[in-house]
């Protein structure tokens, strides 16, 4: 069955189906000897397909590899840095490393903390940052001084970033020390810098940004100790099939956007 080169790519681990696309404007990637263009379409039974000069093996398909990092301050949520700053994929064994399109599911900014998925699932990773895509991640935030309550509550209702207003966040004050705030955020959307450009608006800049959980994949597990900075784990069963779970939810609601849009 022919599919877009993109999707095939991901689909079988080679990249994300962002760094997929990449790839094919950059002009990497080849059919049947030709260098493609982006939508073009191919059937992995039928076509040849190389990247780099070197064949795509579709029937060695790697096995699915689902990860949660516990992300240090300095380090880059990407596969590559132009600025040989130290990325995610460096905290991995060798055999992890070099593993076929292991890569990681949105970002957090270099000096962020914390929770950070990393999968070879490229349609995942495809699913799980679409706009349509709603997992609530939670956050410690340490602010610059002590906010007020009002403050808080204008957080909660929505902020308006880039003429364009927040989702409501669940917002709550975990501890006021003195010249900073501790709170708990949780969000449903993943805006760019979202919480920074929130906190920097009302008035109390982030000191630091902490990530603890992506829908109820947690640093810390009940019962077992919190998971080390700059350690991984594999994910466990329930936890994939949650994922598994927001893949299908999403394609449904992309579906049915794509439906209205031709009504």
Known sequence: MAERLQKIL??????????????????????????????????????????????????????PIYLLLHKPAGVVSTCHDPRNRRTVLDLLPPELRESQ????????????????????????????????????????????????????????????????????????VLERRGSETLLEVILTEGRNRQIRRVAELLGYPVVHLHRT?????????PGKPSLPRGQYRPLEDFEIAFLQDQLNLTSVKVSADLKERRV
């Open 10 to 63: 991901s689909q079988w681990g080679i990249a994300s189906r962002r760094e997929a696309e990449k790839m094919i404007l950059s002009g990497r990637v080849r059919l049947n000897g030709t260098v493609v263009h982006l939508g073009q379409k191919a059937n992995p039974e039928q076509d040849q397909i190389e990247i780099d000069g070197i064949p795509v093996k579709t029937a060695s398909r790697p096995k």
């Open 213 to 221: 959980a992506i829908g109820p994949i947690q640093l810390k597990q």
């Open 101 to 172: 399109g292991i890569h990681p599911v949105g970002r957090l900014d270099a000096e962020s903390t914390g929770a950070l998925l990393l999968t070879n699932d490229g349609e995942l990773t495809f699913h799980l940052t679409h706009p349509r895509h709603c997992v609530p991640k939670t956050y410690h935030v340490c602010l610059e001084g002590n906010i007020p309550d009002l403050a808080v509550q204008a957080w909660r209702s929505g902020i308006v970033l880039s003429g364009r207003k927040t989702l409501p966040a669940q917002v709550r």
